[in-house]
């Protein structure tokens, strides 16, 4: 059973434009939430992170938003930029030490 | 330093061999993670150490044998692998549990690339 789904396996957009990425749980007891992004054959880069007591996060071109009652969370950049092309991956804690990690999706800012 | 570094970066290895991978990091970190990832899948955690005692094995096959000889050090010894445990292996650490602030923020170390023939 998934916990965390990331259900655009791909996303493609134009340079300069939004690029939103989504991620579902099913786990009400998660109270944090992250998202990382990575090239091949690197290990995850940590992007930003947002607990479940706020709705909104934002650190530069990146924001996430959480919406608790619907258990969805995205990742909003902008203005996209063709370095942003790497697999995203959302993952989730429930107060433990153990991330529950989505499936990715990739996404490819075109010039 | 914000770096978790691994060693080797590739590794090829027969069934009957026995190697070990290592992490390290210098961040103060009291947990430290190991993941396997294969090919377009997320990572999958195989084990966590908090403060150097093993406090999570997700039923990891006895072939796979974490050490953490100190809170910056962390190493991964395998034997009689098998062809289908070729995978990225990544080391990763965080602040630990118990602590305020982002302390599931885990830092991830490049990867060991493994190969087994």
């Known amino acids: 059973d998934q916990q965390v789904k990331q259900n655009s396996p791909s996303l493609s957009v134009q340079e300069g434009r939004i690029s939103i990425l989504n991620c579902d749980y099913t786990n009400s007891m998660f109270d944090y939430f992250l998202w990382y992004k990575k090239y091949p054959a690197e290990g995850p880069t940590f992007l930003i992170s947002i607990s479940s007591i706020k709705d909104k996060n934002e650190d530069g071109r990146f924001t996430v938003f959480l919406n608790k009652s619907a258990k969805h969370l995205s990742l909003h950049i902008v203005p996209s930029q063709p370095g942003d092309s790497a697999v995203y991956f959302c993952?989730?804690?429930?107060?433990?030490?153990?991330?529950?990690f989505g499936k990715g999706t990739k996404l490819t800012v075109n010039p | 330093d914000t770096e978790v570094t691994q060693t080797p970066k590739h590794l090829v290895m027969g069934m009957t061999n026995k190697k070990s991978l290592k992490c390290e990091q210098h961040m103060g970190h009291r947990a430290m993670y190991w993941y396997k990832q294969k090919a377009k899948k997320p990572p999958e955690l195989m084990f966590v150490?908090?403060?150097?005692?093993?406090?999570i094995n997700e039923s990891v096959p006895s072939r796979f044998s974490p050490e953490c000889p100190n809170s910056s050090l962390l190493n991964l010894h395998l034997h009689a692998l098998q062809p289908e445990d070729s995978a990225l292996y990544l080391c990763?650490?965080?602040?630990?549990?118990?602590?305020?602030?982002?302390?599931?923020?885990?830092?991830f170390g490049p990867g060991t690339r493994l190969t087994v023939l």
């Open positions: 150490y908090s403060y150097e005692k093993l406090s």
């Open positions: 990763a650490s965080s602040q630990g549990p118990g602590l305020a602030g982002d302390y599931n923020e885990q830092f």
């Open positions: 993952a989730a804690s429930g107060g433990s030490e153990k991330l529950v």
